[in-house]
């Protein structure tokens, strides 16, 4: 007899306020401090304080069509446009920062794309420097 497997549910985010690794945020993560998107440890804090920036998606890109890596310059291209896709930003809350701005992390090197990582994490902040109050990311159901 052969058992079925269960499908995998990815958990849905933000992960809880406290110091996490760039690559244990879910989505929805707003940030007490933020410099770029490529710093190695991340501090969560509760949307409702005022923050710098918000890591408002992470996804996934697609590896089963392309298996191979084909480089920063293709992954950094596609950022802009997955990053703004429908149910990532919450516009009318991103709406109200005329300076808002969308940056995003994402694979560098053949041998992270080889090891399995194959995620990009999108981030908003302010080109003013200013900050962010609430959430801009599109809030997510939970699983049942």
């Known amino acids: 007899r052969t058992a079925t497997p269960t499908p995998t549910v990815a958990p849905i985010g933000p992960v809880v306020a406290g110091v996490h690794g760039w690559n244990q945020l879910l989505g929805g993560e ?34 089963t069509t392309t298996p191979t890596f084909r480089g920063t310059e293709a992954l950094q291209m596609q950022i802009p446009l997955l990053c703004t896709v429908p149910g990532v930003l919450d516009l009318a809350a991103a709406g109200q920062y005329a300076d808002a701005q969308v940056q995003g992390s994402y694979p560098v090197t053949e041998a992270e794309w080889t090891a399995g990582q194959h995620d990009y994490f999108c981030f908003v902040s302010r080109s003013s420097g200013k900050s962010l109050t609430g959430s801009v990311a599109v809030a997510k159901a939970s699983a049942p």
Do not use: I
Request: with cysteine; hydrophobic share 45%; glycine share 2%.
């Open 30 to 63: 707003c940030l007490a401090s933020y410099t770029s998107p490529w710093v190695e440890k991340f501090t969560v804090v509760d949307c409702a304080v005022a923050h710098p920036a918000q890591m408002v998606f992470r996804g996934t890109f697609d590896h």
